[in-house]
């Protein structure tokens, strides 16, 4: 059984450069979360979506965007890169309508911005 | 509206056996428990729902206190593998199906031999 997988495991950008992370649900799981962690924080809820929608949205800026596909898989957008933006970004799958909204997390993408 | 950890950092002996803590400002619907090992995935522990309902690994134990919006992780007779920094994660009000998790800092476990 596949878990969530996210490519690429590493990224170096510079300022002002766009980046996209790219991340496959867990089988069977239908929703998918995006968190930002920085060094030694906890993760940070960017966004989530739900059959190819945006459903909910942390307190990021619209720099950061996102998509998702028919068969579940989603895409993490960057625009304009800052400094500020290097983190760990993780990608969480859920089943929706399962009481339980358990979450699983891949092992996330480095990025960093030079 | 970040969840407070407590403590920030623990080190105990194999065996030995630790209380973390979680405590929110706000009414919670649901607290998550995951542990993190450097440079892996989040893994999932526990989930507490309002109203009682838990699920979670076996061997992993937890409360939820609705009143006092906390909830508190259990970790009995500790292995070397349970090192890592735990997080807990709330959810305040559900719409329904999954919600976006607010993490804590994270409490630092180091086990010794």
């Known amino acids: 059984d596949a878990g969530v997988t996210q490519s690429p495991t590493h990224l170096i950008k510079t300022r002002g450069q766009q980046v996209t992370l790219r991340c496959s649900p867990k089988?069977?799981?239908?929703?998918v979360s995006w968190y930002q962690q920085a060094l030694g924080q906890g993760p940070q809820f960017i966004f989530q979506?739900?059959?190819?929608?945006?459903?909910q949205r942390g307190n990021f800026p619209d720099r950061f965007s996102g998509h998702q596909f028919p068969n579940y898989s989603s895409e993490l957008n960057v625009n304009a890169l800052l400094l500020g933006d290097s983190a760990l970004y993780l990608c969480?799958?859920?089943?929706?309508?399962?009481?339980?909204?358990?979450?699983?997390f891949g092992a996330g993408t480095r990025l960093s911005v030079l | 509206q970040q969840p407070v950890q407590s403590p920030q950092a623990v080190i105990l002996r194999e065996g030995e056996d630790a209380v973390i803590n979680c405590s929110s400002s706000?009414?919670?619907?649901?607290v998550h428990w995951y542990r993190q090992k450097h440079g892996e995935a989040p893994v999932f522990l526990m989930i507490?729902?309002?109203?009682?309902e838990q699920k979670g690994h076996e061997k992993i134990s937890a409360s939820f206190n609705e009143k006092k919006q906390q909830s508190s992780l259990y970790l009995t007779a500790s292995q070397l593998s349970y090192s890592g920094t735990y997080f807990c994660?709330?959810?305040?009000?559900?719409?329904?199906?999954?919600?976006?998790?607010?993490f804590g800092k994270g409490t630092h476990l180091i086990i010794q031999p």
């Open positions: 706000k009414a919670l619907y649901s």
């Open positions: 089988s069977g799981h239908d929703t």
């Open positions: 969480a799958s859920s089943l929706e309508g399962l009481g339980f909204d358990i979450q699983y």
């Open positions: 979506y739900y059959e190819e929608e945006e459903r």
């Open positions: 507490l729902l309002k109203g009682g």
């Open positions: 994660g709330t959810v305040f009000n559900s719409g329904g199906g999954a919600d976006g998790l607010t």
